[in-house]
């Protein structure tokens, strides 16, 4: 009993740590989500494509742009724009998020943006107030998904003419460090509710230069393989969160109808690391290097407003020219793999307009042009931003903290075709990319140093450890119930009335078990005895003591009064000193139906049902004191019983040697 509860303690840890496998195991049938872009390009330094949002309930309609670096999602608020401002500045802005109208709405405090405070922008300096909400993509009836409690930061400052939507997965900390009170993002909580397969995410931003004014286009856990070429290049995380996607410049090369490939990025500073983010428009490069591009283009820096204008002339002159600039990106600063974005003029041919600050000295205070290039004070500025993902198309896998750029592609009609990235601890996840050759923009991060074991591979320790355990035991418990089974056929067997007569012994029984043959005429050799046999008194007057008398008067008597057994025993001489006391044990016992079993042949043995075994024992039972008393009373144990017997367990001795039988009537059958 004790064997079959362990066996069955085994199979439930087993059944245990496959369920727990299964329910934290990834799961392999997600798909990607696309996100719909709003499919009008909006800003006042662009322009640029964007995406509509659902804030709150009910749900109020906001355009936004996508930041790559962002986590919360940053609206405009009433404030955003003043009475002297034009009628058209809520739709410019992307359009005002009302917070007195949001039943849902949960303010959590005022706080800075903290947005972009590496590359000195004012927003240092802008507060915000930042609450929970609903928040749900796509236009109002849409199929996407609406995820409660997300951090919405609601601001007046101009620094972001259009809102944000962070689609970065680090969580959103409003008190201090304690990562109990950290806010899941966007990206995090599809995830964790299992809508999209892993943390990742395919972007690029639209080119309204392209095509039918290309839009942007933004797929939540995979990519859309329609709208790039792979790079086979595969980049590493940065080591800091805030500029995790970083990677070197190793050349940039200008072309035009005259020049090819004349180097811009001078020796000093060389190759050189940095970032690339959508918040903002502009390529953040070292100082030489924008030196060499005011060469190229024909640039002229303003030192009073930041920014390189582009009068009429230069601009019909460089659309004349129509020259590119090509930026060879590596994971490393020298040698390795590269893959180079090349972009036209026309990604450069961008519009400042009103919120930007312009004075009434410039040509055009409602729409100025200007060159999208920003020179920056040091390394920690180098930035890519939406001028450069024009052209780039940047995939992201969190979970495996690598990403790849690739050059965006532009065919007309292309249809859409999603791959999902798969999760890092997911099994069996094939990620196709439809006909033609397969492509791994992302390949397979290297192997860890620090091994630590996912559920699935914990799952699987625990089930050869429970195999392990449990086959020894499986052998063990069918070699104790084989045993048991014979011996309960032998007892079974004994409550059969017919013997064989003279002996006490069973027929049924002897027939089965002993496999005895016929007695001959030669001489047989028996023990000498005694034809005495005491009976002492018993507290029941009704029960005989059955008892052996050795050959000497003054040998202890000794009191069996349990049922017979059959035993088998190896053959040997007969000695009296030897004979056992109490019989044989119940350990002997099950050695001997052990050795038994695996001697013979097992095939004939009855395997009793769980019902049939209960009958069994019920029977044996029953059957323990009253076939003795029976049988005495019937005079079947006779005086000559004993010599008879070891009479016959010598002649089946001698040739061929067979198991020897020996009643032991005072043993009990474990």
Request: glycine letters at 8%.
């Amino acid at each position: 009993m004790s064997l079959a509860l362990s066996l069955a303690g085994v199979f439930s840890l087993t059944r245990l740590a496959a369920s727990h496998a299964s329910r934290n195991a990834p799961r392999t049938d997600l798909q990607p989500l696309s996100i719909p872009p709003s499919e009008i390009f909006l800003g006042n330094d662009g322009p640029w494509s964007g995406f509509e949002l659902r804030v709150g309930t009910p749900p109020q309609d906001v355009d936004v742009f996508v930041s790559t670096t962002g986590s919360e999602t940053v609206v405009v608020v009433p404030g955003g724009c003043q009475p002297d401002d034009p009628q058209t500045c809520p739709s410019d802005r992307g359009n005002i998020f009302h917070f007195n109208s949001s039943t849902t709405w949960d303010f959590k405090g005022n706080y800075t943006l903290s947005l972009e405070t590496k590359l000195g922008l004012d927003s240092n300096f802008d507060v915000a107030s930042y609450g929970l909400d609903d928040l749900g993509l796509g236009w109002q009836g849409g199929s996407l998904p609406t995820l409660h409690n997300q951090t919405i930061a609601g601001t007046t400052a101009t620094d972001f003419w259009v809102g944000l939507f962070g689609i970065s997965p680090y969580p959103t900390n409003l008190t201090d460090f304690n990562p109990s009170d950290s806010i899941p993002t966007y990206l995090q909580t599809l995830k964790t509710t299992n809508v999209i397969p892993s943390l990742s995410w395919g972007y690029t931003g639209g080119a309204q230069y392209r095509l039918k004014q290309a839009l942007a286009s933004l797929t939540f856990g995979g990519y859309d393989t329609s709208l790039f070429d792979p790079s086979f290049v595969s980049f590493d995380f940065g080591t800091d969160n805030t500029r995790d996607l970083s990677l070197y410049i190793q050349t940039i090369r200008y072309t035009d109808a005259i020049h090819v490939d004349v180097p811009l990025l001078p020796l000093d500073p060389g190759p050189f690391l940095t970032f690339i983010d959508s918040t903002v428009p502009a390529i953040w490069l070292p100082l030489p290097a924008c030196q060499a591009f005011e060469t190229a283009f024909g640039l002229i820096w303003n030192d009073t407003y930041g920014y390189y204008f582009v009068d009429g002339a230069l601009h019909d002159t460089l659309t004349a020219s129509n020259p590119s600039i090509s930026f060879a990106l590596a994971n490393t600063a020298n040698g390795g793999p590269t893959v180079n974005i090349t972009l036209p003029y026309a990604a450069f041919d961008k519009n400042l307009s009103y919120g930007i600050g312009l004075s009434n000295d410039l040509p055009s205070i409602d729409s100025q042009r200007y060159f999208p290039l920003q020179r920056a004070a040091n390394d920690t500025q180098y930035t890519l931003g939406k001028t450069f993902l024009q052209e780039a198309y940047i995939i992201t896998d969190y979970e495996r903290r690598n990403f790849s750029v690739n050059s965006c592609s532009w065919s007309q009609g292309a249809k859409q075709n999603l791959v999902p990235i798969c999760s890092v601890n997911a099994t069996g996840c094939i990620s196709s990319m439809g006909s033609g050759p397969q492509v791994v923009p992302i390949p397979a991060p290297k192997p860890s140093t620090k091994s630590t074991l996912a559920s699935g591979a914990l799952a699987g320790t625990v089930v050869g450890l429970v195999l392990i355990i449990s086959i020894p035991l499986v052998i063990l418990w069918v070699r104790h119930r084989r045993c048991h089974i014979k011996t309960k056929q032998h007892k079974l067997s004994m409550t059969n009335r017919s013997v064989w007569p003279g002996h006490g012994i069973p027929e049924e029984a002897c027939k089965a078990h002993c496999d005895i043959p016929e007695v001959d005429s030669s001489p047989i050799a028996e023990m000498s005895g005694s034809e005495t046999f005491p009976i002492q008194l018993s507290d029941e007057a009704s029960v005989e003591k059955i008892e052996y008398y050795g050959e000497d008067q003054q040998d202890q008597v000794y009191e069996l009064p349990a049922d017979m057994i059959i035993q088998r025993q190896q053959p040997r001489p007969f000695d009296r000193s030897r004979r056992s006391r109490h019989g044989s044990t119940g350990q002997d016992s099950a050695i001997s139906g052990l050795s038994e079993l695996s001697d013979g042949d097992d095939s004939a043995i009855p395997r009793p049902t769980l019902s049939h075994r209960r009958k069994t024992s019920e029977v044996s039972e029953k059957s323990n004191v009253s076939d003795v008393s029976t049988l005495h009373e019937e005079g079947s144990l006779s005086s000559t019983a004993s010599p008879r017997i070891v009479s016959l367990i010598q002649e089946v001795h001698q040739e061929p040697p067979l198991p020897q039988i020996v009643i032991v009537p005072g043993s009990e059958i474990i």
